[in-house]
């Protein structure tokens, strides 16, 4: 999967589809050569031309020609790594030190090209894996200080992509806010630099560390497209930029603007992955090959089948005692929930968002014998036991806050501004991370917990640590690393535990957190409606199998809009399917219908959560929304399909399958009609969907054996 010419210093990464070409040239720095079709590493070599003269005694090297671009010389372009020594020199130069190929685990190679500054103790080491079945790339870089005074990384993202010049080019990312998270956008890109970025401290509601990059030609079905995902949860900056001279590329990694991180003598730092694509077949094939990577290489259990759950909140907000809860649980159950989760309200002094956050202990009130009888009575309706949680915050009024006021992210002289009256624990101090690890340990194995909802409410803040030196540049890294290590340390005890991390809704989804997570949840907003745009744009790169959906009543708690309960878990069943309603006001009728929507997803859900997705109709006014998911062997899809207000007068089109099995006929399981493959995928199916608006249908379709 890598190769190397060693005449011209032309490395070759190669997945099954995709080729990666990069060199280190005669001044000593790693340059980019190709990323796109198959090639040969002589075909590679090809790619190797002089460098073409200026344009003008003006123009300076070219910053897309390094792999990873720094601050130095005639460089003009956006650095990937700018560095600041402790006699104030900040331009950085290349010296080769030499590579090292390794296979850490079967299926995968590494890379890694070491280099060093040319006059300063100054380490850089770029790194690359690829793995044999899928055209992802992972990349990294380590710095390390090797001498005897601190270095401040002004800069250090993870790495930097170049696309091979076009006449046009386009961006594609998502942009939002909470309850209306991953709204997608598609435009051209603009001259010069775009900048994303979360300043934060979380991924973020507003945007994610993801884009797609193509000529301005490419469609769902059709075209080529660079992309790529950073695996961070923290703040996060990624720079596109495009140039007079036909050269789009963008660089990306952690931090922000006006934060740096100090390396102290002696101290690596390891950046997050940042890991690209290139696929040909438009932005459907795109996110197809994100879905099957994140499964088989990020998801700590890819094979499970997540199960149908249940969440207390909208029933009883911070109500929560235990004979309220055993009464929605026996609701519950007899819908065919799964998995049944106790919300916010059942700890110490919480009756409000005002007060008891970070007092970890049960409600005596609630629950004067403790979870245990709630605990056995879920367990014993053959139902899972969830909590919520939110470790990293602190509510002013609360026993914690008065004993530890120095926990909390401040800054001297500056006023701890409270959103949501609570703020922000310094989850970048040893002794906040190692009280927030013990009380969760003890919490999970004293109360059988299966699962956590692991929310974070607010951004953070006053981001300063005043009892450390240097701490307010070293928290926004630290913060993330120990909440990873909490989830990390915690898993190991408890393997059995699931996690979904939550924060807000939608605010921190990627691909680091879900390392070491089981699912997500994409927003606070449960209208259906507004949902299926939310997992429209979820879907660009994440799959199905991460994406929590709730079925909620009506009116909806956050828009006002009543749609049918049918359409509502048509909706939900996109994802992990949940229920979020107050069962106790259900009726008879919904209570049956939902128990039957309930069995429906179960017999497809291993489609959803493990199938090929292909979006046949994106989000429409009028029009129908359609998604397909397929089974890897497909013997069999599912397709769903939803229309909020259709126009008078506007056709009734068929909808075309994709990725069928084209010599099989296919079984509709609700109707039992038997349709050829090549008629589903070339002519489509006209859907059974029913009059008026927010109709919706689901087609599970079952491959004939061959007589």
Known sequence: MISFAPDTGVWLLSTPRTSYALRVDETGAPCHLAWGPRLTLEEAEELIVPPAPAASSFEGRPAAGEELPVDGGTRYGPPSLQVRFADGTRAFEWQ?????????????????????????PLLTTLHYR????S??????????????????????????????????????????????ETQLHRERMAFGETVLTSRRGVTSHHANP????????????????????????????????????????????????????????????????????????????????????????????????????YNSWEATGFEVDESGQKALAARAAALGVELYVVDDGWFGARRSERAGLGDWTVSPEGFPDGLGPLVREVHRLGMRFGLWVEPEMVNPDSDLYRRHPEWVLHIPHRTRT??????????????????????????VAEHAIDFLKWDMNRALSEAGWPDR????????????????EVIDRLRADHPALRIESCSGGGGRVDLGILSRTDQAWPSDNTDAADRVSIQHGYSQIYPARTMAAWVTDVPNQHTGRSVPLRFRFHVAMAGVLGVGGDLTRWSDGELAEGAALVDQY????????????????????????????????????????????????????????AGLDPAARYRDAGTGAVHHATVLTAYGLLPDLPPGDWASTAVHLVRVPAS
């Open 96 to 120: 080769p030190l030499g590579h090292r190929v390794h296979e850490p685990v079967p299926g995968q190679t590494e890379l890694a090209l070491e280099f060093r500054d040319r006059h300063y």
């Open 130 to 133: 690829v793995h044999d079945d």
């Open 135 to 180: 055209d992802v790339i992972e990349r990294w870089t380590v710095l390390r200080n090797t001498g005897g005074e601190s270095v401040l990384l002004l800069r250090a993202d993870s790495a930097a992509w170049t696309l091979p010049p076009r006449d046009d080019h386009r961006l594609s990312h998502v942009t939002g806010q909470w309850a209306s």
């Open 210 to 309: 993801w884009v797609m990059l193509d000529a301005g030609e490419a469609t769902e079905d059709h075209g080529q497209v660079w992309s790529a995902a950073l695996a961070w949860s923290g703040s996060w900056r990624v720079t596109v930029h495009r140039g007079s001279d036909g050269r789009a590329g963008f660089t990306g990694g952690a931090g922000h603007d006006g934060t740096a991180l100090p390396l102290a003598p002696g101290e690596d730092f390891t950046t997050p992955a940042y890991a690209g694509l290139y696929a040909d077949g438009g932005f459907g094939a795109t996110s197809r090959a994100w879905h099957a990577y994140t499964l088989a290489h990020v998801l700590p259990h890819p094979g499970e089948v997540r199960p149908v759950l």
């Open 418 to 443: 409270e959103l949501r009256h609570q703020l922000v624990l310094n989850f970048a101090r040893r002794d906040v991370a190692d009280w927030a690890y013990g009380w969760l340990t003890r919490l």
């Open 469 to 484: 030196a240097e701490g307010a540049d070293r928290l926004w890294t630290a913060y993330v690393h120990n909440l990873y």
């Open 602 to 657: 179960k017999t497809v859900r291993h489609l959803v959560q493990h199938g090929t997705l292909h979006r046949l109709r994106t989000p429409a006014e009028d029009g129908p929304t359609a998604v397909q998911y397929t089974a890897a062997d497909r013997s069999e899809a599912l397709l769903l399909i939803w229309q909020r207000t259709p126009r008078h007068g506007a056709p009734r089109l068929p909808v075309r399958f």
